[in-house]
């Protein structure tokens, strides 16, 4: 779960765009640590917050699901829901390091999500989610874009 091996998704965007995706192999925790330090580098304190998020997504997958994906899945927290389907409570982590907080809100310009590789469907479904985070928004009036 929070601390074992597995194969971990590493998805940067920047304004919407995803920049890099990659499958790295390691213990989920200790690389988002290792890439928050990376990321602590690019960080301007000046203008921007320093944030990492743990949280986690329930996703549903319909009954039957493949071996494959089965394997996957005993590695992570879920439950079956009824005889149909079963819950996953995907964890992840998204580091923020380039962003605007505007009175209770952020704009967020480059974030790094890193979660459990599932396969490539979900990574999809996940840069979706990333890129999403930093679309293209523009700052209210009044606030400049540095």
Known sequence: MWGMLMKVVYIRVEKG?????SILDGDLKDI???IAREALEEWNPSISEF???RDEEEITFKLP????????????PFERKNDKEIVLKYPYYTISFDNRKIDDDYIEYKVILIGPYIDDDFTT???TLAAN???EKSPPEGIEEL
């Open 51 to 53: 944030i990492v998020l």
């Open 65 to 76: 699901i493949s071996d494959k994906l089965m394997n996957i899945l005993r590695e992570l």
């Open 32 to 34: 988002a640590k290792k």
């Open 17 to 21: 765009k995803v920049i890099e995706t």
């Open 133 to 135: 985070i930093t679309s």
């Open 125 to 127: 479904w996940l840069e």
